[in-house]
């Protein structure tokens, strides 16, 4: 299909009943930069059903891998939480996106701050060598309603930092802070509150985040969205684009009805 490469889909990991990823073959003229999106979907009656996903895999991998909640009347969602190993999905030619390196001034921290699947594009992030090079430290900051929901928790935890490239960064540079706001858990409460209460700094032994020096990625719902960059404002963050590097940057979260 125009505009598509048709990809095979490799693997599917049901996260809980309302959360997926799944691994897709990719072609080697697909080029993306970390952190970026493109549009997926299926082909229905001969015509794209797409919707937009942030890469979570690192652009020097062989596959492309996605997150993807499961809408239950979605159109796209609700068919394509039904895939199956070697079936064909769209992928877009033309990713693109805010939450790169090059929009970001240099700085000291960098704060990854996610909501569900607004951690995908920092998955493909925190996996690329350039970002640790780039900063101190790399803190990802993850908020969902249940423990369940946090997804990639234990890759994170166990896999990553024994990774054989990224290992030696990530243990040296990665903090990784996963937050749940409706059950108990060690970090609990919304992220938004994490930053102005100044436990998330404390917790992870950090100086206080400082907009002269640090740098914030922000990805998730519209309303987190819209909260987190009104704390970042009122903190005299600017917001950034390629075009115009800033000392934050931001974008929705996709497919979340
Ligand atoms: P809460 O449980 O207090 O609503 P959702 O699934 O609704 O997108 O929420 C994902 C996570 O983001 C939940 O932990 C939720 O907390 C949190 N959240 C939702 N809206 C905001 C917001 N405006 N600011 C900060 N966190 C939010």
């Known amino acids: 299909m125009k505009g598509y490469d048709e990809e095979k889909v490799l693997s599917v990991h049901h996260w809980t009943e309302r959360l997926f990823s799944f691994r897709t073959t990719r072609s080697p003229s697909f080029r993306f930069d970390n952190g970026q999106f493109t549009m997926i979907g299926l082909a229905v009656n001969g015509k794209p ?41 769209l992928i877009g030619q033309k990713p693109t996106g805010t939450l790169v390196l090059d929009a970001l001034l240099p700085g000291r921290n960098l704060y990854l701050l996610g909501t569900g699947t607004g951690l995908a594009p920092y998955m493909s992030l925190v996996r690329d060598p350039d970002v640790y090079a780039r900063f101190e430290k790399v803190v990802l900051v993850h908020g969902c309603r249940f423990i369940k929901e946090l997804a990639y928790h234990d890759y994170l ?16 540079k990665l ?6 706001t409706r059950e108990p858990y060690e970090n609990t409460g919304r992220i938004t509150t994490a930053i102005t209460s100044g436990d998330l700094t404390k917790k992870l032994g950090l100086p206080a985040i400082d907009p002269a020096q ?9 309303a987190f969205l819209e909260d987190v960059k009104a704390l970042m404002l009122s903190m005299s963050f600017e917001e950034g684009a390629t075009n115009k590097p800033g000392s934050f940057v931001i974008e929705k979260a996709f497919v979340q009805r």
């Open 49 to 89: 059903l797409v919707r937009a996903y942030s890469v979570a895999s690192p652009n020097y991998e062989e596959h492309l891998e996605f997150l993807s909640i499961k809408v239950p009347d979605g159109p796209l969602t609700s068919k394509l939480q039904n895939m199956q190993v070697g079936d064909t999905v």
């Open 157 to 172: 935890t166990k896999e990553l930092p024994n990774d054989e490239f990224l290992g030696e960064d990530v243990r040296a």
């Open 175 to 180: 903090l990784y802070y996963p937050t749940v």
């Open 214 to 222: 640090d740098r914030v990625m922000i990805c998730g719902s519209p």
